[in-house]
Every structure is written in structure tokens, then in C-alpha cells.
Nanobody, 114 residues
Framework: VQLQASGGGLVQAGGSLRLSCHASGINFGIKAMNWHRQAPGKERELVATISRDSTTNYTDSVKGRFAISRDNARRMVYLQMNNLNPEDTAVYYC?????????WGKGTQVTVSS
């Protein structure tokens, strides 16, 4: 299983970024996919999930600002992040579970300046 995330960067508060994650080695269409983030000095937290039928869930702090989506044909999951604020600064990780194990992509850094 390989997860490759991209799309992070430096953005000013109020700006937008779109993260992308390509998955291989799994039957992508039947997998729930997740985005997590870890800010400096904090524990990793679940940000957004999308189920196999595209039902989505978000942590409260990003509701109304972030949108997770998937493209099964391309084996991609996306995280559209709007109205970013400095508290969103973190390393963002793509994640899924397969055969009872968690798999993580290499994180992508998102930095929001005030």
C-alpha cells in the first residue's frame, strides 16, 4: 500500500490550498480515506473522512471550510481547504486502513501565515 500526498505550501490567512493523495496497492473504491494533521507539539488529529459511498465527516474546527472528495477512477482523494487560518498550520497526512492496519502517506506541510 502506498499513499502519496502533495499540495501543501505556504499561504496567507484567508487563502486556500488543495491537497491531493494518490493511493496504490489497495482496492481504492471500497476504502474509506482520511486526512489527518499534526501541528508542532500536538497529537495527530483526524480532520476529514470520506467513506466508500462518499459520505463525509469533519472535525468541528474545519466544518464549512474544508471539503474532502474522491475520484475512484484516478485513485485520488482530495482535501480542499478554504479560509485557512494559522491554527491550520500542520503536516497533513493521507491515511487508510487495510487488513486491520493503518497506512500513512508521507506528510505534506501546510503553513498559514497571519
Amino acid at each position: 500500500v502506498q499513499l502519496q500526498a502533495s499540495g501543501g505550501g505556504l499561504v496567507q490567512a484567508g487563502g486556500s490550498l488543495r491537497l491531493s493523495c494518490h493511493a496504490s496497492g489497495i482496492n481504492f473504491g471500497i476504502k474509506a480515506m482520511n486526512w489527518h494533521r499534526q501541528a508542532p507539539g500536538k497529537e495527530r488529529e483526524l480532520v476529514a473522512t470520506i467513506s466508500r459511498d462518499s459520505t463525509t465527516n469533519y472535525t468541528d474546527s474545519v466544518k464549512g471550510r474544508f471539503a474532502i472528495s474522491r475520484d475512484n477512477a484516478r485513485r485520488m482523494v482530495y482535501l480542499q481547504m478554504n479560509n485557512l487560518n494559522p491554527e491550520d498550520t500542520a503536516v497533513y497526512y493521507c491515511n487508510t486502513q487495510h487488513w486491520g492496519r493503518n497506512f500513512w502517506g508521507k506528510g505534506t506541510q501546510v503553513t498559514v501565515s497571519s
